[in-house]
T-cell receptor
């Protein structure tokens, strides 16, 4: 079955360390997205990519980095510059035109905790 | 800019009660509108969608109608079940190929 896989489900990081969250999809979707979810704040866009080797900053990109070397993969690195990284991170993908009503397919998320 | 405003939760209802979750939006052009649902500890799932004015999206007993005149996309269900307990997000895609913009979500709890 096609889908989008995020790993790991839970991640603990010490302050000052970088950590990379994995996101893989086998839906042949062109576009991929990273959102951060905090209680009471909904989903905020971190980065998105509409084609391989290209990506754009979202609303809260500071302290994060991404790469898109393959269509199937869009890893997110949370760097030590991110001041408050503890959150639930969601990856999503879509055909190139979410506007046409296909919507997004979401992964099951990674909960990152800084200890 | 583009934004979505949802009624604040939590919303607590008894089983078989009628549900309305209000959603209004601000957008340039003619956006597509969506409702997503998130069950505890999971990602989001697309619940229903509408791509043009007066379209009605429906799924699993939930409905929402795209009202351009009131810039609204309210979610309704005639008889909720305990299994409907979740967080519901209203979202839009502005005109053009830009990412989804989400509301803050509304938590629904249904009591037996």
């Amino acid at each position: 079955d096609g889908g989008i896989t995020q790993s790991p489900k839970y991640l603990f990081r010490k302050e000052g360390q970088n950590v990379t969250l994995s996101c893989e999809q086998n839906l042949n979707h062109d576009a991929m997205y990273w959102y951060r979810q905090d209680p009471g704040q909904g989903l905020r866009l971190i980065y998105y990519s509409q084609i391989v080797n290209d990506f754009q900053k979202g609303d809260i990109a500071e302290g994060y980095s991404v790469s898109r070397e393959k269509k199937e993969s869009f890893p997110l690195t949370v760097t030590s510059a991110q001041k408050n990284p503890t959150a639930f991170y969601l990856c999503a993908s879509s055909m190139s035109g979410a506007r046409e009503g296909y919507g997004y397919t979401f992964g099951s998320g990674t909960r990152l905790t800084v200890v | 800019g583009n934004s979505v405003t949802q009624m604040e939760g939590p919303v607590t209802l008894s089983e078989e009660a009628f549900l309305t979750i209000n959603c209004t939006y601000t957008a340039t052009g003619y956006p597509s509108l969506f409702w997503y649902v998130q069950y505890p500890g999971e990602g989001l799932q697309l619940l229903l969608k509408a791509t043009k004015a007066d379209d009605k999206g429906s799924n699993k007993g939930f409905e929402a109608t795209y009202r351009k005149e009131t810039t609204s996309f309210h979610l309704e269900k005639g008889s909720v079940q305990v299994s409907d307990s979740a967080v519901y997000f209203c979202a839009l895609v502005p005109s053009g190929n830009t990412p989804l913009v989400f509301g803050k979500g509304t938590r629904l709890s249904v009591i037996a």
